[in-house]
């Protein structure tokens, strides 16, 4: 139980940390279960349209799959006993996540924690300008690569305007811009992804910037997502108020008896599933679909 956990929480803490998307964690119900396992933790994301996506498991196996396969091990008692297994993972799905929560219609959003290349350096020059832009260009890269992945491009075939449009598709964090005016004022430009701000910088402060803005914009995509994700989650007490959330595309929390039947008549009538029972358990009202007296608090959504 305690490698169940610890894999589910590692999960956790990647997924908020570097990916920026905030999930649930809980229990599967026993249908939900992975089959053959004693019990599956998830954790569920909900995307913007309304879906709840798994974006990993942690299942405790028991010892079910040892007897089945006779997976044995002599203990210090020096006595032939079945192992205890769990099985954990995730999988591509999770990049799927990130570019339905961050992506806009301009393309990808990368966190910077996780983006390989986290800095463009985009230098505008004409001719007389061309050796001194990208001299400093490349000396802001240099003092830059010290922390960061970062990229000039030098491209000559294809216009600054251009050369924006490509990188905010692929989604790089940062964007800088060096022309001669700012090579005049001492300056380059910052140019952020997930927001569009733009900020002149000093020449001597990239560095210090470059970490500060990087840092800012990790968090920023992490608290739009939980915004998202807590202004879309809804209470409700009885089934009339469920059916109107789901056709809302809205991730619901509500009691549930505990019973298999409430839980299938529910799926059949609205297509939405028990997406996991949270483990910051409060007093259950009664149950959303029956009325009797529920047993636990769980979360519901349609899936993928």
């Not at 305690?2 to 229990?27: D, H």
Request: proline share 4%.
């Amino acid at each position: 139980e305690e490698e169940v956990m610890l894999r589910a929480n590692q999960y956790k803490e990647l997924i908020e940390t570097q990916l920026a998307i905030p999930v649930i964690l809980g229990k599967k119900s026993k249908s939900e279960t992975f089959a053959g396992a004693v019990y599956t933790v998830s954790l569920e994301a909900l995307m913007p349209d309304g879906k709840a996506l798994q974006m990993g498991t942690s299942h405790n196996l028991g010892q079910n799959f040892s007897k089945s396969f006779n997976i044995q091990f002599l203990d210090k008692d020096e006595k032939k006993k079945y192992v205890w297994q769990t099985s954990w993972g995730f999988s591509t799905r999770l990049i799927g996540a990130l570019v339905m929560i961050h992506g806009d219609d301009k393309g990808l959003i990368i966190p910077p924690n996780i983006a390989p290349i986290q800095i463009v350096i985009i230098p505008i020059f004409d001719t007389k300008t061309k050796k001194s832009v990208i001299e400093k260009a490349k000396s802001i890269c240099e003092d830059l690569e010290k922390k960061f992945s970062v990229e000039v491009d030098l491209r000559e075939e294809y216009t600054p305007g251009w050369k924006f449009y490509e990188w905010e598709l692929k989604g790089i964090p940062l964007r800088i811009e060096i022309g001669p005016k700012d090579i005049e004022k001492k300056q380059v430009v910052f140019v952020r992804r997930d927001s569009g701000i733009k900020i002149s910088v000093d020449e001597n402060s990239v560095l210090k910037e470059a970490e500060k803005m990087l840092k800012d914009i990790q968090r920023s995509l992490f608290e739009k997502a939980k915004h998202f994700l807590d202004s879309n989650i809804v209470e409700v007490k009885n089934f009339s108020d469920f059916k109107k959330a789901i056709k809302n595309k809205k991730m619901i929390r509500a009691s549930w008896c505990g019973s298999e039947e409430c839980e299938e008549s529910v799926k059949e009538e609205t297509t939405a599933t028990i997406r996991c029972i949270p483990f910051d358990q409060k007093k259950p009202a009664s149950c959303v679909f029956c009325g009797k007296p529920g047993k636990y608090i769980v979360y519901w959504a349609k899936g993928y």
